[in-house]
């Protein structure tokens, strides 16, 4: 996957006209019932689709009970239910889809990501890359905080494998733990702890099932006659 530097956009902005004229043209191609919708301001709303591929494990709230259709409505904040920390992994590659308009920004679709998955680190540790298809490779590149994502998928196109949103780690280099609560720090540890052990255990029943089947090889060939 290579990196595309953001190119800066100087077209000018969509008339109300044009914008309804690619709406309907979004529409007639859209298979899945996710149309957009256009408001009488000149706004409008749509879904957009969002691939976590986070490396590193998230800080959510210990003991919390799954939300409820109430907490929704109500937009109950259940992580400030409790000051207990743990950590985890998100699935890898797992997709979130989100009901957004077209004033929606980056950093709004990051913190709503966050929210769904009560995910209490910092929003600014994360980042929404694009990723575009273009003959035969994959080009990511970062949104500004200031992006619409629904604008971009109005663009492109409903068609996923033209334009997709990912969410990642914001990387800015070396790792800045500095961002890092101790609760966090402790949590990371606790965690490569552990991996390090099934990686000790791994490489362990590897070793062991080879030297099993050397001694058995040479049990074989002392029993043989000479």
């Given at each position: 996957m290579n990196v595309c530097k953001p190119a800066e956009d100087t077209r000018p902005p969509p008339t109300l006209q044009e914008i309804r004229q690619k709406i309907e043209s979004y529409n007639s191609r859209e298979n899945d019932c996710l149309s957009m919708k256009l408001s009488e301001d000149g706004t409008y709303t749509g879904f957009i689709k969002v691939h976590l591929k986070l490396r590193r494990p998230v800080t959510v709230p210990a003991g919390i009970r799954p939300q409820s259709i109430y907490d929704a409505i109500k937009e109950v904040n259940?992580?400030?239910?409790?000051?207990?920390?743990?950590?985890?992994?998100?699935?890898?590659?797992?997709?979130?889809?989100?009901?957004?308009?077209?004033?929606?920004?980056?950093?709004?679709?990051?913190?709503?990501?966050?929210?769904?998955?009560?995910?209490?680190?910092?929003?600014?540790?994360?980042?929404?890359?694009?990723?575009?298809?273009?003959?035969?490779?994959?080009?990511?590149?970062?949104?500004?905080?200031?992006?619409?994502?629904?604008?971009?998928?109005?663009?492109?196109?409903?068609?996923?494998?033209?334009?997709?949103?990912?969410?990642?780690?914001?990387?800015?280099?070396?790792?800045?733990?500095?961002?890092?609560?101790?609760?966090?720090?402790?949590?990371?540890l606790t965690i490569l702890e552990k991996e390090e052990q099934d990686k000790i255990q791994q490489v362990q029943k590897k070793y062991d099932k080879f030297r099993q089947k050397l001694e058995e090889a040479l049990r074989e060939s002392q029993g043989k006659p000479g």
């Open positions: 259940l992580a400030a239910t409790t000051d207990k920390r743990t950590s985890f992994y998100l699935p890898l590659d797992a997709i979130k889809q989100l009901h957004i308009s077209s004033t929606t920004t980056v950093s709004e679709v990051i913190q709503g990501l966050l929210k769904k998955f009560m995910v209490v680190d910092n929003p600014q540790k994360f980042a929404l890359f694009k990723q575009i298809h273009k003959d035969g490779q994959v080009l990511s590149q970062k949104l500004s905080v200031a992006d619409c994502p629904l604008y971009l998928r109005l663009l492109a196109g409903p068609d996923t494998d033209v334009l997709s949103f990912v969410l990642k780690e914001n990387e800015t280099g070396e790792v800045e733990w500095d961002d890092f609560s101790i609760p966090e720090l402790q949590n990371f």
